[in-house]
């Protein structure tokens, strides 16, 4: 998703072969009080704290919500009300339409850490409930 994202909003292709072998280096290992791991080299890396991991995670969100966006119509909130399918704030994403993307570019939801919140006819509505990756 990084490099589509990197191609997708043209940084120049000396810039992404930089972030390719900056990234690909990176290794992890875990540690408890009796037992620590093997180095590994992870599938897909971006460091935490890396002045570059926001705006690379950002990049990489906004691919995915425009590839989602094609997919789903505008929710009809009644009358001449509509919603656009989904809406974003960095982390935090408004979801209509967006399971299936997310198993196509190998990323999950974590529900657990998430909220949800339904209003209906200005009330928050409690009977509806939402499911996310099937949770």
């Known amino acids: 998703m990084i490099q589509l994202a990197l191609r997708m909003y043209h940084v120049p292709e000396v810039i992404q072969v930089m972030l390719d ?59 001449r009300c509509s919603m656009p399918p989904l809406k974003a704030f960095m982390d935090d994403t408004t979801i209509i339409y ?14 657990k850490k998430s909220r949800s919140l339904s209003i209906r006819k200005g009330k928050v509505d409690e009977a509806t409930t939402f499911t996310v990756a099937e949770q």
């Not at 290992?29 to 093997?38: E, V």
């Not at 967006?98 to 529900?111: G, I, N, Q, Y």
């Open 21 to 79: 072998d900056y990234f690909i280096g990176f290794r992890m290992r875990f540690s408890t009080n009796d037992y620590t791991t093997n180095w590994i080299n992870p599938e897909v890396a971006i460091a935490m704290g890396c002045t570059l991991s926001s705006i690379l995670f950002v990049m990489a969100m906004e691919v995915i919500l425009k590839a989602a966006e094609g997919s789903a119509g505008p929710a009809n909130l009644g009358g």
């Open 98 to 111: 967006l399971d299936v993307l997310m198993s196509w570019c190998r990323m999950e939801f974590k529900p």
